[in-house]
């Protein structure tokens, strides 16, 4: 399967040229822990296919990288250079990369699962974030308490418009890579597709976030709505924008419909926009809808958006990922994913489930790797979470391919309704404050202790 990792190889075999790399140059062997070397920069070489790049990756993605790294000239031993709650730094040699690609999704059957960083100091950065003490659950400043506004937006979820704009995304820009014009096209698509359901609403933004172009050409889109009592408090709802398939994404000619990865998660924040917008609901917190670029080739866009809050000091209290919401592979409707993700806001999301769609099941699987979008904003200390439509390893496999189609989705948005409603709850529920009294359950607290992260009962 395509991943960051076939892109990097194309980017450092000189297709996007040196603007964005700054890797260590040659060096002889992986011994040394120092930046060895002089680094390439915006103007700088081509790095070859001899010299040594940084990665980061999990415990069992290192152990095939140790066996990779020994069978690839020179013969290295790899190194432990850091590592951070599961997390490794090492470097191996560049041309061992495309081979510990095909390794890791052959023996832990996932697609890329290691980042390759463009200096040592972005990966020190990256460990340094890792090695952040740990937050003391805290409360979360909003609760499952407002039943009259969910209920009513839930209802007005309308598969239809989801199945619409999924067909609209795969079929008219039938490849949405981040360095291809349709990608670029499919961008402004989306901004007017919101600007138009966000027409009688005056207060409400729409804009292109434009990216240096050494990040992406692609733009991301941001649609706002301001809050009324507490608008520094941000609530995040996003999915990506961008398709990929392996090995062709480059090529003009190339089809990448990418109906389920991840057209059908910018559908499904379409609908709650739409319905949102089409009521008299205003949020108290900031609420910002996202179609983030760039994410098939390194969490670009929703990287760079990430580090911008971060840098802000922005008050992002809650961000929702929606990656893959329209094929149901699993027993169960929707799987949480438990890792880079919140346990505070996991259980939130659980809870809203439990409260408003108590008919589904659903289940917590973990993705071993930032695996999208919600690792941006994890990774930068905020509170994330992301539902996913399977249980890791029983998602779509026609993701990446030219089979991501509607056809595979079985020609409908029925699964994909089902995050759309709950993505309406987090949004509304996220936004307000909390209001004792109105809820009479155990669900009105923010305290997380009062949900559950266990999955329903069958
Ligand atoms: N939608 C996928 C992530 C995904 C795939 C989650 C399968 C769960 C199961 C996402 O668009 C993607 O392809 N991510 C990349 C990683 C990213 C850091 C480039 C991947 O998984 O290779
Ligand atoms: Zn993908």
Known sequence: MPTRVGWWVAVLVGLVG??????????????????????????????????????????????????????????????????????????????????????????????????????????????????????????????????????????????????????????????????????????????????????????????????PVAVTPQPSVVLTIPGTTLPDEVVILGGHQDSTRSGCSTNPACVAPGADDDASGIATLSEVIRVVLDSSFQPQRTVQFMAYAAEEVGLRGSGAIAQAYLDAGSQVVAVFQQDMTGYKGSAEDIALISDFTDPELNAFTGGLLSAYQPELLWTTTACNYGCSDHASWN????????????????????????????????????????????????????SLDLVPGIFADDFESGDSSAWTMTASEP
Request: net charge negative; glycine share 8%.
């Open 379 to 430: 990774t930068r200390g905020f509170r994330a979470s992301f539902a996913f439509e399977s249980r890791f390893g029983q998602h779509n496999g026609a993701i990446h391919g030219a089979n991501d189609t509607v056809a595979t989705l079985g020609g409908s948005a029925a699964h994909a309704a089902k995050f759309a409603r709950l993505a309406v709850a987090f949004a509304v529920e996220a």
């Open 18 to 211: 040196g603007i964005l790399v700054a890797l260590p140059a040659a060096v002889s062997a992986a011994t040394s822990g120092s930046s060895a070397g002089t680094t390439s920069g915006a103007a700088g070489p081509t790095p070859a296919v001899d010299e040594w790049v940084w990665i980061t990756l999990g415990e069992d993605a290192f152990a095939s990288a140790e066996r990779v790294v020994a069978q690839v000239p020179p013969f290295a031993l790899l190194e432990r250079v850091g590592e951070e709650r599961g997390v490794v730094l090492t470097r191996l040699p560049n041309a061992a990369i495309p081979l510990l690609a095909e390794r890791i999704h052959e023996e832990l059957r996932r697609c890329g699962g290691f980042v390759v960083h463009a200096s040592r100091a972005e990966a020190d950065a990256e460990m340094a974030r890792l090695a952040a003490p740990e937050r003391a659950p805290e409360a979360l400043p909003f609760a499952i308490d407002r039943p009259d506004w969910v209920v009513p937006l839930a209802t007005a979820v309308d598969e239809s418009q989801i199945l619409a704009t999924i067909t609209a995304l795969s079929t008219n820009f039938t490849n949405r890579y981040h360095l291809h014009p349709s990608g670029t096209a499919s961008a402004h698509w989306i901004r007017d597709l919101w600007a138009g359901y966000a027409a009688a609403r005056p207060e409400v933004t729409v804009a292109l976030w434009e990216h």
